[in-house]
């Protein structure tokens, strides 16, 4: 596996933005596919955003589309997700992922093999 490091959660209020980030030392990272995922209280991991090895095609769940963008910066390893007009539904452990199973469509938690240790975004009312 793959180390990640996530990075950028933290408590905000509603409308609010911030960005997350994800670093890798991966020699990999510049061509993989990487994606977002979040998880929140008792709640399953779900699929927040995906974007291919140069940026050039991003996907997006409905619930976060028109407020969210992910973007990667390959020369220095980073994977971004700007977060923008946040809501309490938002509030949960985003988590960064890579090394994709094959052809699948990577909206699935075990499509992913790497995995970071998640960064807590709150937000409030």
């Known amino acids: 596996q793959v180390q990640l490091v996530e990075s950028g959660g933290r408590s905000v209020q509603a409308g609010d933005s911030l960005r997350l980030s994800c670093t890798t030392p991966a020699r990999t990272f510049s061509s993989s596919t990487m994606a977002w995922f979040r998880q929140a209280p008792g709640k399953d991991r779900e699929y927040v955003a995906i974007i291919t090895w140069d940026g050039s095609k991003t996907t997006y769940a409905d619930s976060v589309r028109g407020r969210f963008s992910i973007s990667r910066d390959n020369d220095n390893k980073l994977l971004y997700l700007q977060m923008n007009n946040v809501e309490p539904e938002d509030t949960a452990v985003y988590y960064c992922?890579?090394?994709?199973?094959?052809?699948?469509?990577?909206?699935?938690?075990?499509?992913?093999?790497?995995w970071g240790q998640g960064t807590q975004v709150t937000v409030s009312t």
């Open positions: 992922t890579m090394d994709r199973r094959g052809p699948v469509s990577g909206t699935k938690p075990e499509d992913w093999r790497s």
